[in-house]
């Protein structure tokens, strides 16, 4: 398990990531009047046998020492054709508020400061010293991480990993809206749903992949079918020989901020030079956006 994950689930903050509050013990009520079950030393484990729901779970025993799956669903995304034009992102709002995810708040949608509740987000930032600058375009969703921090961290068994195909979801039924999800990803990929009080994050369109009502070729995340310049790839990283898996030995493809140990199972393909705009940029520009607040 991770250091910096076991300081926080201690209550203790640690230089890679802020101190989060102790966990609440057995029987307390959390803020919303919900009484959990939880123990304040093994919030995961204990959360998740007092739900009886193990058998579901990828986490078993100890927290923080996931099964390694034999697959491994995913999405990898291709920043050298992303164009920045949202269709993933507005797709991923429409089908994921008429489908099982949903609704997805929008509060104040026509006013000066709408905000709302977005699975996939798309930042749009220069890189590199003029004149040899890039616009880049890097969407953003839940990595679906093999060794998923939120997961140990939920003290209601809420978030977990399916062991058959490695997506990491929410039960809504037993969140309780404490964030600690939140706190533990480190790629801010979590959002509250401020009028159900429940978190939310990508489902990979669980409610779609496996929809015998959809044709076969529709079986696929919104986002990645609504990509106009296929931008986004879908598969089993676990395959050797899916689409996904090639793209990603063939084209370098990479993982978003190794260093915290999360093993994400979305990557990115890194972009290529552009000679048209000099010769700052490296041979491969494996991009990582700014960290701070996202702009959808
Ligand atoms: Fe959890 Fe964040 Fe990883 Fe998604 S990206 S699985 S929310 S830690
Ligand atoms: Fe679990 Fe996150 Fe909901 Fe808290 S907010 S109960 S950690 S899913």
């Known amino acids: 398990m991770m250091n910096w994950l076991k300081d926080l689930l201690a209550g203790g903050g640690t230089e890679a990531g802020p101190r989060m509050p102790p966990l609440q013990t ?22 998740r046998a007092a739900n009886g729901s193990a058998a579901e779970r990828a986490y078993v025993g100890d927290i923080g020492k ?21 269709a993933c992102v507005t797709s991923c709002k429409e089908w994921n508020s008429s489908g099982s995810a949903g609704p997805l708040a929008d509060e104040n949608p026509y006013g000066a400061n709408p905000t709302g509740t977005f699975f996939n987000r798309v930042q749009t930032y220069e890189a590199g010293v003029f004149p040899g600058t890039e616009t880049i375009h890097f969407p953003k969703s839940c990595l ?23 997506i ?41 992949i496996y929809n015998e009502e959809l044709a076969p070729r529709d079986r696929k995340p919104a986002c990645v079918l609504a990509c106009p310049t296929g931008a986004r790839l879908f598969g089993d990283v676990k395959d050797p020989d899916s689409e996904v898996s090639k793209a990603i030995r063939e084209r ?15 990557h990115y393909l890194p972009r290529r030079p552009n000679n048209a705009v000099g010769t700052n940029p490296p041979e491969t520009w494996k991009a990582t956006p700014p960290t701070g607040s996202e702009e959808a």
């Open 168 to 208: 990491v979801l929410v039960d809504y039924d037993k969140c309780i809206a404490c964030k600690y999800c939140a706190w533990a990803c480190p790629y801010g990929m979590r959002e509250l749903d401020e009028e159900r009080q429940v978190m939310t994050k990508c489902t990979l369109c669980v409610d779609r």
């Open 252 to 266: 370098g493809g990479y993982e978003l901020m190794p260093e915290w140990g999360t093993n994400p199972a979305n």
């Open 66 to 86: 996931p099964e390694t799956l034999a697959r491994q669903l995913a999405l990898v995304i291709d920043l050298n054709v992303c164009v920045g034009c949202h």
């Open 26 to 47: 057995a029987g307390a009520t959390a803020a919303g009047g919900t009484s959990v079950a939880v123990a304040a030393s093994a919030a995961g484990k204990a959360g």
């Open 144 to 166: 679906h991480c093999e060794d998923a921090p939120c997961v140990p961290v939920c003290p209601t068994g809420a978030s977990y990993k399916r062991k058959e195909d490695g």
